[in-house]
């Protein structure tokens, strides 16, 4: 298996632009989690899907932010409009099933950059 | 909820020489606890996992780990480093109210010196 496979794997955009950030869970991974990850704040989950479904996006900032997914193969966050603060390395994530004592496998990040 | 609280930001080392990155976790259930590795520019891989029965549990790259429940800790230990495990360390948590999410510790940056 390819893993989860996220791209593009660097994004530099202009502040106010719209961003889209995309994902690939791995085949027959029941769960996808999207993950921010900064300097400041560690990594912070922002939402999750089970069988294509928003379970919790709590994590989502604001209104900014969306996420799809719209089969069990591919999911994207959006960010629209972009703000400088929005510079980050994002992470999707996959699992199995919610079980416990299953971990996640995670992409290799988007590094977005708004200037 | 449960929380995870890694104690080092950053641990600097010689190389060969042994290491410990500490973790403690708060949770009113049971839970399950998990060590990843950060490479730079790289994706976070699953280092070990307790889950249940023994406490020592041992992962990938001689690193092993001990769960300790009467001090909530699951502290990660390697005997003896390379240079090649520098990388950041997190520690994680999922269990209770919050079934299926992994909550993440701040991290801690592991640099192996020659």
């Known amino acids: 298996d390819a893993g989860v496979i996220q791209s593009p794997r660097h994004e530099v955009t202009e502040m106010g632009q719209e961003v889209t950030l995309r994902c690939k869970p791995i085949?027959?991974?029941?769960?996808l989690f999207w993950y921010r990850q900064t300097m400041m704040r560690g990594l912070e989950l922002l939402i999750y899907f089970n069988n294509n479904v928003p379970i919790d996006d709590s994590g989502m900032p604001e209104d900014r932010f969306s996420a799809k997914m719209p089969n069990a193969s591919f999911s994207t966050l959006k960010i629209q409009p972009s703000e400088p603060r929005d510079s980050a390395v994002y992470f999707c994530?996959?699992?199995?099933?919610?079980?416990?004592?299953?971990?996640?496998?995670f992409g290799s990040g988007t590094r977005l950059t708004v200037v | 909820a449960q929380s995870v609280t890694q104690l080092d930001s950053q641990v600097p080392v010689f190389e060969e020489a042994p290491v410990e990155l500490r973790c403690n976790y708060s949770s009113s259930v049971s839970v399950y606890l998990f060590w990843y590795v950060q490479y730079p520019n790289q994706g976070l891989q699953l280092l070990l996992k307790y889950l249940s029965g023994s406490t020592l549990v041992k992962g990938i790259n001689g690193f092993e780990a001990e769960f300790n429940k009467s001090q909530t800790s699951f502290h990660l230990r390697k005997p003896s480093v390379h240079i090649s495990d520098t990388a950041e360390y997190f520690c994680a948590v999922k269990g209770g109210t919050s079934y299926g999410k992994l909550t993440f510790g701040q991290g801690t940056i592991l640099t192996v010196h020659p």
């Open positions: 085949s027959g991974h029941d769960y």
């Open positions: 994530a996959s699992s199995l099933r919610a079980g416990r004592d299953y971990g996640y496998t």
